[in-house]
């Protein structure tokens, strides 16, 4: 049998910084002449290319996060199963990119997998319980959504600086993406079940998987200088995009000790958008003092969200220190960043952490680094 399945949107974790330069400014990148990290931040930066060397970087970075008051280290089904709010939420994504930027023009592929939970701490107490054995007759309330999904975006960008007499400048820049889905999994369970009773071994579920996913995505970017110490930039995020799976649709029933066995599989086909975002960054960096201060607004599905970042630069120490803050959407807790760069000849390293809680960072709800390398030839 065939399924199709029509999904507007598969609104994963929202997606946080790749690089440890953003990273250590609390996720501003949009409005900062980034360089190769055009292809993940704006691609209107590679306007702004004076050379004809090569730019390349590598780099990885990783975020978790939940709004159980429980320190995301010790994140568990038997933790999240014990606490008396409704709805138990964790986040996790990991960013990986390899890039290279001649001139106007950049090119890399961006890795991407990102985990969604979201549950009633009943559903979590059964998963848990299960793995030893279920009392007879405890009944258990589903409302749990386990979403897992791992990609690869081959991304080309280009960038053109527009010629006007009452701008310092403005740069134009473009992106097409490839994407390339290597694993969709989800999972729902909604209702109740009841172990041990003949009624539970008729709970049935259903799961969606995939391991080939295709499609395609643009960004339009621009930034500006508006003064000699005010930059602008803004990023219209897929704004045209269009995603097909290919998969299987399982039907799966419980039996009397919980455990599921698969009753049905039906060929299935999702088709869904990337969510569409807008971003706009701005940044002061007075000339010659070494210092930047951005701010970025992010507006997706009806919300505004706001992040800050600074970067103090010494130039005689090869040094930059990076530190910035905003509001997690998931614990909606404030968290921190902080980041450091070395910059030698043709070589820039750069590391970023990110936590809720300053100094005990282990205690931290949300917790996250990066680092990357950038070369240039």
């Given at each position: ?19 440890a ?6 996720d ?9 990290l ?15 060397s ?15 008051s ?25 960013l ?11 090119g ?7 985990l969604?939970?979201?549950?009633n ?34 991304v ?22 490839f994407?390339?889905g ?30 080939n ?75 010659g ?22 970067e103090r ?12 803050t ?7 807790r ?8 070395y ?12 936590t809720e ?21």
């Amino acid at each position: 049998m065939f399924c199709f399945i029509l999904l507007f949107f598969i609104n994963l974790s929202k997606a946080f910084c790749q690089d440890a330069q953003s990273y250590g400014m609390g996720d501003t990148g949009t409005g900062m002449l980034s360089g190769v990290l055009g292809l993940y931040w704006n691609p209107a930066v590679f306007a702004y290319s004076n050379t004809t060397s090569v730019q390349t970087v590598a780099g990885f970075s990783a975020w978790d996060t939940s709004n159980v008051s429980t320190p995301i280290l010790d994140f568990s089904y038997n933790t999240g199963g014990q606490v008396v709010q409704s709805s138990v939420v964790r986040n996790q994504q990991y960013l990986g990119l390899f890039g290279l930027q001649y001139q106007n023009y950049g090119g890399g592929v961006v890795y991407d997998q990102q985990l969604q939970l979201q549950a009633n701490p009943d559903s979590l107490a059964f998963f848990q319980d299960r793995q030893s054995t279920l009392s007879q007759s405890t009944t258990y309330t589903f409302n749990y959504s386990n979403i897992q999904q791992k990609s690869e975006n081959i991304v080309l960008s280009y960038g053109y600086q527009v010629p006007l007499q009452f701008l310092p400048y403005l740069g134009l820049g473009g992106s097409i993406k490839f994407y390339r889905g290597d694993l969709l999994d989800e999972t729902s369970l909604q209702g109740w079940y009841s172990a041990g009773d003949v009624t539970g071994s008729n709970y049935q579920y259903t799961r969606e998987y995939s391991t080939n996913g295709t499609g395609i995505s643009y960004d339009i970017g621009l930034i500006s200088k508006v003064t000699s110490s005010i930059q602008i930039g803004v990023l219209f995020k897929n704004i045209v995009s269009s995603i097909r799976w290919d998969g299987e649709l399982q039907t799966l029933s419980l039996g009397s000790n919980g455990q599921e066995t698969v009753t049905q599989i039906q060929d299935n086909t999702i088709i869904t958008s990337l969510p569409r975002e807008t971003r706009v960054g701005i940044v002061l960096a007075p000339p010659g003092k070494g210092i930047a201060i951005a701010a970025e607004s992010r507006y997706q599905n009806g919300k505004s969200h706001w992040y800050f970042g600074l970067e103090r630069s010494y130039p005689t120490s090869h040094l930059v220190i990076r530190l910035g803050t905003f509001i997690d959407p998931v614990s909606n807790r404030r968290v921190y960043t902080g980041g450091i760069g070395y910059q030698v000849a043709f070589l820039q390293a750069d590391i970023a952490l990110l936590t809720e809680q300053v100094p005990n960072i282990l205690n931290s709800q949300g917790l996250g680094g990066a680092a990357d390398l950038t070369a240039q030839f």
